[in-house]
């Protein structure tokens, strides 16, 4: 059974940093690329990154190009998105996800069960 | 970036109802479009894939179809867990875009 366990999500001031993790397991984490996407509460899904199997390829949201980038751990299998610079609009629920493919975002058929991210003086 | 528009925003519906909840794209994206069904304080759920594929798992009663910049996604006999909020999502630009979302209530 695939599982996805995202951690490091707080509240954080504006202009700080954070670094969100996931964890997971249950399937071989190098095949398949892995996604950031983020929720406003109440609001609908984005997009925010990709990282392929291998972490050669890396692609983002144009709001967030520059000032996150997601890394991952394949010997570990960890997903990572380090967030500088931080600001009121990245106020957002972040999910983990699994692509289907391996190399470029695709969709995704696992998803974590998201950790709160409040940008907040 | 593509644009996808889902319809209604907001649809009413009684268990055993047939329904349908429609895409656009601004665009042609093929058939590079998958929907996912939400539930209120959990991760989105993966329901069609490729326009019309089923995920696994998912039950037969969720359908999707459409080619180009337009989509559907229907039920074909309401059950009481499908009350949820569904997002189309387009694949084949990046980056890869939702719908507002159709949130499905009952009447």
């Known amino acids: 059974e695939v599982q996805l366990l995202e951690s490091g999500g707080a509240l954080v001031q504006p202009g700080g940093s954070l670094r969100l993790s996931c964890a997971a397991s249950?399937?071989?984490?190098?095949?398949?690329?892995m996604s950031w996407v983020r929720q406003v509460p109440g609001k609908g899904l984005e997009w925010v990154s990709t990282?392929?199997?291998?972490?050669?390829?890396?692609y983002y949201v144009d709001s967030v190009k520059g000032q996150f980038t997601i890394s991952r751990d394949n010997s570990k299998n960890m997903l990572y998105l380090q967030m500088n610079s931080l600001r009121a609009e990245d106020t957002a629920v972040y999910y983990c996800a699994k692509d289907t493919l391996p190399a470029a975002p695709s969709h995704w058929d696992s998803w974590g069960q998201g950790t709160l991210v409040t940008v907040s003086a | 970036d593509i644009q996808m528009t889902q319809s209604p925003s907001t649809l009413s519906a009684s268990v055993g109802d047939r329904v349908s909840i429609t895409c656009r794209a601004s665009?042609?994206?093929?058939?590079?479009v998958n929907w996912y069904q939400q539930k209120p304080g959990k991760a989105p759920n993966l329901l069609i894939y490729?326009?019309?594929s089923l995920q696994s798992g998912v039950p037969s009663r969720f359908s999707g179809s459409g080619f180009g910049t337009d989509f559907t996604l229907t039920i074909s006999s309401l059950q009481p867990e499908d009350f949820a909020t569904y997002y189309c999502q387009q694949s084949y630009f990046i980056p890869g875009t939702f719908g507002q979302g159709t949130t499905l209530e009952s009447k």
């Open positions: 990282i392929s199997g291998a972490g050669g390829s890396t």
């Open positions: 249950g399937f071989t984490f190098s095949s398949y690329a």
């Open positions: 665009q042609s994206v093929f058939s590079y």
């Open positions: 490729a326009a019309s």
